[in-house]
């Protein structure tokens, strides 16, 4: 098993050392021309992934709406992600009129990179990450909002009302639901007690001890939240209103046409994979797993993740602009502030490790019992909140009902009178 | 040349380029995207620091909050651009930054001046110094010694208080400030000032004319009271 | 005379101090010689990080083990998140009124 997943060490060693006897150079640029091989290899990877999820969401989603999806290019299908990229590349390049052309071209580019960058830390195996960064998490959230300044230079440079409200409407929705995100991601922070992924990711394995648990046990509602916001973040279903024909043509990349217009696709679906890595490493324990090699749990639980994205795609009808900012604001912040509080004063109250009961006092438990004390915490305000917003929700369309009733009554009233 | 000061030396470039195409340009909305540039350039700066963290929370802070805002402030009051960048005083503003760049070089740099037989330069900082005499590396655990000293009572847990409730009193203030207002309320506030300068026009003129007559300075009638303003904004309104 | 003394990484510290003053300079001008007040708003946020430039060397050059630096840098970028907030609130709302931010045509407060 060692072999396996040190595999790439050992060869990005073997090229290193190749360079570097070869041709001679400092040891140091020989890393560096090995670092980018790797770099180009996590690129290709990212792409390569993107043309297998477009035809595995049009395949699923189809099935969920009783049809049977692209089936004419090649057998089952398959070559329809190359029948796409053929007619992405062969579409005409439209530019507007009086574009700002610097910045108007510009804009897919950065989000693409953008979200390319994301997987610069995502651990795939014990040895095998782009970068172990002492920050990782906080990276990931940085790099996300960083794509923001793109969407609003691609509203901007269409030269176009409707793309710049689109901007503008896309713009609110993704920081607003950067919020929640933080606040979720700060209870695992808090039990992993550190930012970097790969000690969050040894914390749910069975390493130095600890219980081997993954975080979905702990924080239930960190879970549901952050994905619900990782859905939102990337603008998929049924959060897509901004890019709806229907509502606003198709919000900030109304202008772009052609390759321009294919990679704002690939950023989305990147980011949507990287929102399902995050998730994965975040709260199902990341490339831990009994006998498979360490990137293929990595991979099959990102595969199960985002089936649960398409499946919401699927499914679910499309939201509104207010009621997405209502339950944003009113919903998801006040319950994530609430769960870390209680998950704060939970995990200083009840400890697992002596050490630290004797430095801060507490509650010595086993790591079951905290598990178990923590869970049933999340658990419970989760369906408190849910039981809160529902109820409000019922009186709200109660409230609404009678209010038509009582128009149809009058106008009835002054029809028959 | 190491590596390093290679690339501090690429960063520095286009950290001080991209500011001075901030200041100087006309179109604000390209301004605003070299602004971002230059974070970018900063958050480099602080990877060389060796301070990780604040490279992260630079590109989180400043270019995912701060530049949208900006952005979205030059999209709001678009009616404003397209103008000479430069003021009246822009000459006068030139001079005084290079007399204080100047100074600052003067004071900072690593050359030694004497004026007047005062010293100047090279201050001898007393750099830190491990048991070997270099530089000690940044601990991996700056991190947990800031998150530490932000709710160390001894340290900075009342500052960080303070910030907070700073930050609340921001929210709310803001919102308030540029909250929605109807057409008929920014009007009325447009009358009102516009009323008061023209009172305090007349009244100026008044004691004027009043002084150069009778020689004693007649007293101005109050201008901005609300009531007075009110009525010639009424008054205006009636002619109009 | 060593230029290079006392340097981490090849860095000596003034490179980065004369780096922030430079920044701050042109942040200055930012602020004293233009028309708009947002304009004006880009140039206080220049000034701002190159405070922070100059704190975070200093931390790293002078005392890496102590917190005092990096608190300090982190309560700049709160204030000047706070404070690019209420200045942008102010500019709409001031516009809004007067449809103009030009800082020399606002001048009812004069005396």
Redesign the interface.
Known sequence: MNFLTDLLSLIGDFISNIIHSIFSFSPSIADAIVMGLAAIILCTFAALSFMALTYAERKIVARIQDRVGPNQAGPLGLLQPLADGIKMFTKEDTTPAAADRWVYNLAPLIIAVFALTTYAVLPFAPNVVGTNLNVGVFYVIAIGSGSIIAILMAGWGSNNKYALLGAFRTVSQLVGYEVPMLLNVLPIIMISGSLSLIDIINRQTLANGNAGLPNLLYFPLSAVVFLISGIAETARSPFDLLEAESEIVAGFHVEYSGMKFALFFLGEYVNALAVAFMFCVLFLGGYAGPILPPYIWLLLKAAVVFTIFMWLRGTLPRIRVDQMHDMNWKFFVPVSIIHLLISMVLLKVFTDTPSQLEATGGILVSSGTRMLILFVASALTLLVALGIAARRARMNRLAEEEVLAKRRMENMAAAGA | ?????LI?LGL?AV??LA??F??STRN??????M??V??FG?AG??V???????A??????????????????????R???G????????????V???I??GV??LL?????VTINNREFG?IA????KDATGN??????T??A??G???VDVN??AL?FEL?SV??LL??I???W??RE?KVAE?QA??RD?LA??REEEASIEAAKAGASSTGVPAVPAAPGLPETAIAHGAGGHGEH | MNLFANAIHGIPLWWFLVLASALFCIGLYGVLGRKNAIAMLMGVELMLNAVNINLLAFWRYIAPNSATGTAFAAFIFVIAAAEAAVGLGLIISVYRSMQSIDPETLDQLKL
């Open positions: 040349m190491t590596l390093q000061q501090f520095a950290i001080v500011a001075l901030v200041v604000l909305f390209r301004a605003a995207l602004l971002v230059s974070f900063i700066l602080y060389l620091l060796d301070a990780g963290f604040f992260v929370a630079q590109v989180l802070v400043y270019i995912g909050a701060i530049s949208i805002l900006i952005i979205f402030g030059v999209m709001l009051t009616g404003m651009q103008m000479e960048p430069r003021n009246t005083q822009a000459v006068g503003g030139a005084v930054a290079a204080i760049f600052l070089v900072l740099g690593p050359f030694h090279n900082w007393n750099f830190a530089a000690p590396a940044v601990a991996d700056y991190i010694s800031l530490v000293a932000l340290q900075f500052p910030a700073m930050i921001v929210m203030g803001a919102i400030v540029a207002r920014v506030d447009r000032i008061e300068e």
